[in-house]
């Protein structure tokens, strides 16, 4: 058995010049279409970047309680979610411990989709006994694309009479672009201003080709995983099995995280009703987490220093990495750091890391390792306040 | 009447916008007066044709030094630099030769040329690497004064002759070679390829009055080199929005620090009193005091224009007149409404969206020269193209594109003078040279705006149209910028600083200069 193509692999494979995929939920991804993936990083910043993103596991929820459901599952509240619009959110096991975090988006009253990064079927099932839901996967019927970029919002409107201008930060509407029904939604995985297409897997060509024919003369560049990945660690986004391990994988308690530990406290609501995780929740917030999640900033000058004494200038990789990395407070190893990269755009060596709370103040000052010619060492790095990147136009 | 300012900056270009930016961090209250009515001085973007955004005069970065970046939050301000990917050099017989990003790709298009230079390649990118490592510490350093007996000097040529020291003698010797010889005799000794000895030797030429084959060009050569060392991150690049979001982002950190900037506030005079620096005159006649001044401008402008001839030594001033400037760059940028179609590599391709160098052979590079030794532009000029509006879509309307041509040899000094006339002759020859490479280019241009040194000397103010305020010779670098014993920010008249590319380490939208002068000032608690 072989990986499954998605709906774009028409178009996208032939741009493939270094033939660079790599896995996504059993779908193929490109890496890079070029064989420099710097300029697809660029994109995303500066014009406007094409993402095939259709592996997501996508499920539609619908049904006089699917909100209902929702609500049991997710730590938001449902209640408060508008037919169009999204959220972004985690979702726990009875101990408060993130099995997943994706969107949420409610189409209609009764019509809601959902975003995994991990299979969640299982999971919706388990939760929506004696309620009346229709559960659907629908994964493979559904393409989707994510257009992120300051030139994302000119090149939709080149596209589709529906009011773009007035669609907001984590909306969406129906639009019919050029002639193929989508849904458009306000959101993205780069933290910047950007959008989400989502159609048809069969009518998913006409909605590539489309873009990148209005998009081009407003520098529409596609972009694999490695320029994403720069992007979503500027943005202090995380990435599961990366940043965190789901509790449905978790070998051992500690392998798990809490919203909290994970810095998506603003996303559990204690205030309704029930929802799963909800009490040991309630215990640790009242306890306060013993974990956080960080932006650590790696001081240029000292990683100067460490390259020095072997007679090099520093030398960092030239993609994100996902490995976990030593964290110290002075000797003693407090924490790990598990995503990093070099920004181009901020000229700052950058990494997202697990710290325990008394060490997760901005300012503090802590150590990476980093590894200078097979010797570790230790870099100094201070804790910021993530997004490293937040530009206005992302909700503007 | 007491002093309102700590500090006045005279000048609003990127440097004297980063050395207020850096005192103003530090709490100084500043204040920047600005002649033109917007900040950059020659990093400016200006929509000189409905629709088309310009970088008028500077148009690539390479050089802003990334701690700068870092500690004024540049990007926080709109500051993005992109990434100038590729180089591809037209040849007269219709074949190219392109350097690309990706390692392989430039490996196998050398190997077209040349078996031996695409091994030598490598070579040499790693020695010219060695060098701009083993250089740029110097570009972060006040330059310490060989003569001089003060700790502070001693302890920097100990530190310099530490580092040479532990080059190892091989780099040693090639640091040498750099720093003597001919951009073109030094490329000789790697490569056998005319057309790539001959771009490479470009950047041995650019703001200098030399031609490749020049003793002293290879050190301009190392100068450039160092712009790609942010290292193992290219960083050869092309600001969004023009080199104008660079000085914006640099005002708009001074501004959140507390510095204010007025525009359209010719500074004429710098105010002194017994022998200090104490305000400025504007030429509305107002007088604006401070604790200490510093000028952004070139030498000449600052210490010749501004300053009492009393006031300076004259041994200082005569130094100051022979500080040589000699622009010899011109700029014309075109709106286009259609991409140029290049013979040799037709349609429009990912070439576009890098450097197209008009630098066919070594020959045509120094016949550039030879035109402009004795007093003319050159008929067939060297040409440094780049296509903004591919890089950044929103330099012009949607569609259509804005080049920009880095132009040498245009001499200051015409035999003749600059006229409307000879401006319009030199866009001609520019634009017929391009022609020979993209035959259709003329029916592609929309509007043409030619700037010659002159004219580049009449808006931005740089002595004689040079982009570096001041030539980067050999004897006009490092303790020798501007003038011996004044390399360091300081001058002879107390309180009042140098900021700008006329000193130590230069020319660029580096910003360096502009730093280390703040460095400087803060030390003295001026």
Not at chain 1, 253 to 266: D, I, T
Not at chain 1, 327 to 334: E, K
Request: charged share 20%.
């Amino acid at each position: 058995m072989a990986l499954k193509f998605t709906p774009f692999h028409a178009r996208t494979a032939p741009l493939n010049a270094g033939h660079a995929w790599r896995r996504w939920a059993g779908y193929i991804a490109a890496s890079s279409y070029e064989l420099v993936h710097e300029r697809e990083y660029h994109a995303i910043r500066s014009a406007a970047a094409l993402l095939d993103v259709s592996p997501l596991f996508k499920y539609s929820i619908t049904g006089r309680d699917a909100a209902k459901l929702l609500d049991r599952v997710i730590t938001r509240n449902v209640a408060k979610l508008k037919p169009g619009q999204v959220y972004y959110t985690p979702w726990c096991d009875a101990a408060g411990k993130m099995i997943d975090d994706g969107t949420v988006s409610r189409l209609g009253e009764n019509e809601f989709r959902m975003t995994a990064a991990d299979p969640t079927i299982r999971w919706l099932h388990l939760n929506s006994k004696g309620l009346d839901v229709t559960l659907e996967d629908v994964s493979e019927k559904l393409g989707a694309l994510s257009l992120q970029g300051p030139n994302a919002r000119a090149i939709l409107k080149q596209l589709t009479s529906a009011d773009i201008d007035g669609l907001k930060y984590f909306r969406l509407t129906k639009a019919d672009l050029r002639g193929v029904p989508v849904t458009i939604s306000r959101t993205g995985y780069t933290g910047d201003l950007g959008y989400e297409i989502w159609m048809d897997a069969d009518r998913a060509l006409p909605v590539w080709d489309a873009l990148i024919d209005a998009g081009t003369p407003y520098g529409i560049t596609p972009c694999g995983m490695l320029g994403l990945d720069m992007a979503r660690i500027e943005a202090g986004l995380m990435l599961i099995e990366v940043d965190y391990v789901s509790s449905h994988h978790a070998m051992i308690e500690r392998q798990k995280s809490s919203p909290y530990e994970m810095n998506l406290g603003w996303t559990v609501n204690l205030e309704k009703e029930w929802f799963v995780g909800k009490a040991a929740l309630e215990a640790e917030q009242q306890r306060g987490p013993e974990w956080s999640f960080v932006g650590l900033d790696i001081d240029w000058d000292s990683l100067e220093r460490l390259y020095a004494e072997v007679g090099l200038p520093p030398k960092l990789p030239a993609a994100a990495w996902r490995v976990s990395v030593p964290v110290y407070s002075g000797a003693v190893q407090v924490g790990y750091a598990t995503s990093g990269s070099w920004s181009p755009l901020l000229k700052k060596y950058i990494a997202l890391a697990h710290v325990p709370a008394q060490y997760a103040k901005p300012g503090t000052a802590l150590a990476m390792e980093i590894t200078v010619e097979h010797y570790r060492k230790k870099a100094a790095a201070t804790v910021v306040k993530t997004p490293f990147f937040n530009p206005e136009r992302k909700k503007s | 009447m007491a002093a309102t300012w700590d500090t006045i900056v005279i000048g609003g270009g990127h440097n004297g916008l980063v050395n207020a930016a850096y005192l103003a961090r530090a709490g100084r209250k500043v204040l920047v007066l600005e002649k033109r009515p917007r900040v950059g001085g020659a990093a400016v973007t200006e929509e000189i044709f409905p629709g088309f955004k310009f970088s008028m005069f500077s148009y690539v970065v390479s050089l802003l030094r990334p701690e700068i970046i870092r500690d004024l939050d540049l990007p926080g301000h709109g500051l993005h630099i992109l990434p100038l990917e590729s180089t591809v050099t037209p040849m007269f017989n219709g074949d190219y030769l392109a350097g690309w990003p990706d390692h392989d790709e430039t490996r196998r298009e050398l190997c077209r040329h040349s078996l031996r230079d695409a091994e030598a390649y490598d070579e040499y990118g790693r020695l010219m690497h060695f060098m701009a490592h083993a250089v740029r510490p110097i570009l972060g350093m006040v330059p310490p004064d060989p003569t001089s007996m003060a700790p502070s000097d001693l302890a920097g040529m100990l530190k310099l002759g530490k580092h040479f020291r532990g080059l190892g003698a091989e780099k040693f010797h090639a640091l040498f070679k750099l720093m003597t010889m001919s951009a073109a005799d030094f490329l000789d000794e790697w490569f056998e390829t005319d057309v790539l000895k001959a771009t490479k030797s470009a950047s041995g030429i650019i703001g200098t009055f030399l031609g490749p084959r020049s003793p002293g060009s290879a050190y301009v050569l190392l100068h450039h080199y160092m712009g790609e060392l942010d290292g193992v991150f290219r960083a050869w690049g092309f600001a969004k929005g023009g080199t104008g979001s660079v000085s914006e982002s640099i005002a708009g950190a001074a501004r959140r620090f507390g510095a204010e900037i007025r525009t359209d506030a010719t500074v004429t005079k710098v105010l002194i009193k017994d022998g200090r620096a104490i305000g400025v005159v504007l030429e509305n006649g107002d007088e604006i005091r401070a604790r200490s001044v510093v000028s952004g401008l070139d030498p000449r402008l600052t210490f010749l224009g501004m300053v009492d001839r009393k006031e300076l030594p004259s041994d200082f001033i005569g130094d100051i007149e022979r500080f040589k400037f000699r622009g010899s760059s011109g700029k014309v940028n075109l709106a286009l409404g259609a991409l140029p179609d290049f013979t040799c590599m037709p349609g429009h391709g990912p070439h576009l969206r890098g450097a197209m160098s008009i630098s066919p052979s070594l020959d045509y590079m120094e016949r550039a020269y030879d035109d402009a030794k004795y007093g003319e532009f050159s008929r067939e000029p060297y040409m440094d193209i780049v296509i903004p509006s591919l890089i950044d879509p929103g330099m012009a309307p949607p569609g259509k594109h804005v080049m920009s041509i880095f132009v040498q040899y245009a001499p200051y000094h015409l035999n003749g003078g600059w006229t409307d006339a000879k401006r319009e002759a030199f866009g001609d020859a520019v634009v017929n040279a391009l022609a020979r490479f993209a035959p259709n280019i003329k029916s592609c241009i929309l509007h043409r705006q030619v700037l010659t040194p002159l004219d580049m000397e009449r808006i931005t103010g740089l002595t004689e149209g040079n982009i570096f305020q001041g030539e980067l010779a050999l004897h006009q670098l490092f303790f020798m910028r501007p003038a011996p014993g004044w390399a360091k920010y300081r001058s002879p008249v107390k309180g009042l600083y140098q900021c700008g590319a006329g000193t130590h380490p230069g020319g660029g939208i580096m910003g360096a200069s502009g730093r280390l002068a703040a460095m400087a000032m803060l030390e003295d608690r001026a």
